[in-house]
C-alpha cells in the first residue's frame, strides 16, 4: 500500500540575484519540481515548482506588485526582478483560471534559487519531471 501521509515541510527561503526581493516558502523534500519544454523555460532553463496554500509562500522583501511581468501569449505571466531582471516566478493571472503560481527554483547565477543560511542549493533535493510546455503546464505536480 502506497503511503498517502503528507510528507513534512521545510521552510526554504529565495531571492533574485540583486536581493531587491525576498521571499520564504514551505516545501516538502524532495521538491517535485517541473521542466518544461516551450522555448522561454528552455532557453532559460527555468525549472518550477508549483505553489499551493499550504507553501505559505511569503514576500520578505520587495513588492509583488512591483515585479515586471512579461507573456508571450496573454495566458501565464513570468515575472522578474525590475532591478536585475532575475526570473523569479510565473502564474496564470488569467480571470476564470485557477490562478496557479510557480516558482523559478533553477540553481545557476542567472536565475531564483532556493537558499538557507545553514545549507546551499546542491543539498536540497528537486524531482523533476519534463512537462509539454503549455499542454501539460496544467498538470505539473503538487508539492504535497
Not at 501521509?5 to 516538502?28: D, F
Request: proline share 6%; glycine share 6%; hydrophobic share 35%.
Amino acid at each position: 500500500m502506497a503511503d498517502t501521509a503528507p510528507k513534512p515541510l521545510k521552510q526554504h527561503r529565495g531571492n533574485c540575484h540583486c536581493g531587491a526581493y525576498v521571499y520564504e516558502v514551505k516545501l516538502p523534500d524532495p521538491i517535485a519540481a517541473s521542466e518544461c519544454n516551450c522555448s522561454v523555460c528552455v532557453r532559460k532553463g527555468y525549472v518550477w515548482v508549483r505553489l499551493t496554500p499550504e507553501s505559505d509562500f511569503k514576500v520578505v522583501k520587495g513588492d509583488d506588485g512591483a515585479l515586471t511581468k512579461y507573456s508571450k501569449n496573454n495566458v501565464f505571466f513570468h515575472k522578474f526582478c525590475t532591478n536585475c531582471s532575475t526570473p523569479l516566478m510565473a502564474s496564470n493571472d488569467k480571470e476564470g483560471s485557477d490562478n496557479m503560481t510557480v516558482l523559478n527554483v533553477s540553481g545557476d547565477q542567472r536565475n531564483a534559487c532556493l537558499v538557507d543560511p545553514a545549507y546551499s542549493l546542491t543539498s536540497v533535493t528537486l524531482k523533476i519531471r519534463a512537462i509539454q510546455g503549455p499542454l501539460d503546464v496544467w498538470n505539473m505536480e503538487k508539492p504535497v
